[in-house]
């Protein structure tokens, strides 16, 4: 059960950047063009939204049961441990705070540009925030535990 839960929140990743950036360029044309912000940019943003808490609760289900998630005296002296059980959480969580806060405080806003600039700006830092907190098969860590590409 657990190694579904592994496949599902790998592929949901995709997906999940996948929609991000469709968003961000999105609000990016649209903010530079000045065009309005329409039911379809709001159903993408809450398409986006949507993906992004379904990735936190199977990656919750997954900190909460994986081997690779510890608290002992060795988890800051190992890459993969401190990965698991520090960086890709916290990054993780100030990513999806940031996709709350933008499609929360974008819908108060009724200027479409100021709008769309908002949506661009949240997003795009928060998909920064995401690539850096990805465990990536090029990163030092990820070889060796046999990572790939989950």
Do not use: C
């Amino acid at each position: 059960m657990l190694t579904g839960f592994k496949h599902l929140h790998s592929a949901n990743r995709y997906v999940l950047l996948a929609l991000l950036l469709i968003v961000i360029i999105t609000s990016l044309k649209k903010w530079k063009g000045n065009k309005e912000y329409t039911k379809q940019d709001d159903k993408l943003n809450l398409l986006t939204f949507i993906f992004t808490h379904v990735q936190l609760l199977l990656g919750l289900v997954l900190y909460f049961k994986s081997d690779w998630v510890q608290f002992n005296e060795n988890t800051m002296s190992n890459a993969l441990l401190r990965f698991f059980t520090m960086e890709h959480l916290v990054g993780m969580l100030i990513a999806i705070t940031l996709i709350t806060i933008g499609r929360i405080k974008g819908k108060k806003i009724t200027d479409s540009v100021k709008r769309h600039k908002l949506t661009f700006w949240y997003f795009l830092i928060a998909l920064v925030i995401m690539f850096a907190s990805i465990p990536w098969p090029f990163r030092a860590f990820a070889e060796a535990a046999g990572i790939g590409w989950m």
